[in-house]
T-cell receptor, first 114, second 111 residues
Framework: EAGVVQSPRYKIIEKKQPVAFWCNPI?????LYWYLQNLGQGPELLIR????????DSQLPKDRFSAERLKGVDSTLKIQPAELGDSAVYLC????????????FGEGSRLTVL | AQRVTQPEKLLSVFKGAPVELKCNYS??????LFWYVQYSRQRLQLLLR??SRESIKGFTADLNKGETSFHLKKPFAQEEDSAMYYC?????????????FGRGTQLTVWP
């Protein structure tokens, strides 16, 4: 199984440009997470989905960030317009719940804003 | 509020030596604690969780509620243990809730 798939792996853009990241979770995982990882820091949650519903988006900067998971499977995270401080790794993870609650992470999308 | 602290950004030991990666947390309720690991060029993955109380790849971690710690230990480090280790906390009673991560400790095991 491929695991959580993210694209693109790397993206370089100029400030004020838009950017979008895509995530395909593990089949059957209803819970999907987007985490932000700044250099030298641990991941921080941006948004969590249960199927197509965003159940925890308190840390998502809604003035420039948006996310969707229309059919409860794939998800897209968008930044518009990007700022220099958005340079980071954007991680997607999914979980099937159950007693373990283990998160399965993708390889991440590394964004560089010039 | 909850917080996870990993005081060591870098940790180096020689092969065969014991290793301990420190993790302290602050949370008023009953937390679930985890260790996630990221090997070079690989994705972040679960190493172990305190509820399972098992040893994975020779690593163990005991939740000490009195000291609010969840240190990761291995008696004899191996070169393949070199990786980035993240301690993480989840609020108790929420299997799918967010994880709060520490900043990570980069472990290097020298031959």
């Amino acid at each position: 199984e491929a695991g959580v798939v993210q694209s693109p792996r790397y993206k370089i853009i100029e400030k004020k440009q838009p950017v979008a990241f895509w995530c395909n979770p593990i089949s059957g995982h209803n819970t999907l997470y987007w985490y932000l990882q700044n250099l030298g820091q641990g991941p921080e949650l941006l948004i969590r989905y249960e199927n197509e519903e965003a159940v925890d988006d308190s840390q998502l900067p809604k003035d420039r960030f948006s996310a969707e998971r229309l059919k409860g499977v794939d998800s897209t995270l968008k930044i518009q317009p990007a700022e220099l401080g958005d340079s980071a790794v954007y991680l997607c993870a999914s979980s099937s719940g159950g007693s373990s609650g283990e998160l399965f992470f993708g390889e991440g999308s590394r964004l560089t804003v010039l | 509020a909850q917080r996870v602290t990993q005081p060591e950004k870098l940790l180096s030991v020689f092969k065969g030596a014991p290793v301990e990666l420190k993790c302290n947390y602050s949370y008023s309720g009953s937390p679930e604690l985890f260790w996630y690991v990221q090997y070079s060029r690989q994705r972040l993955q679960l190493l172990l969780r305190h509820i399972s109380r098992e040893s994975i790849k020779g690593f163990t971690a005991d939740l000490n509620k009195g000291e609010t710690s969840f240190h990761l230990k291995k008696p004899f480090a191996q070169e393949e243990d070199s990786a980035m280790y993240y301690c993480a906390l989840r609020r108790g009673g929420s299997t799918l809730g967010r994880l709060y991560f520490g900043r990570g400790t980069q472990l290097t095991v020298w031959p």
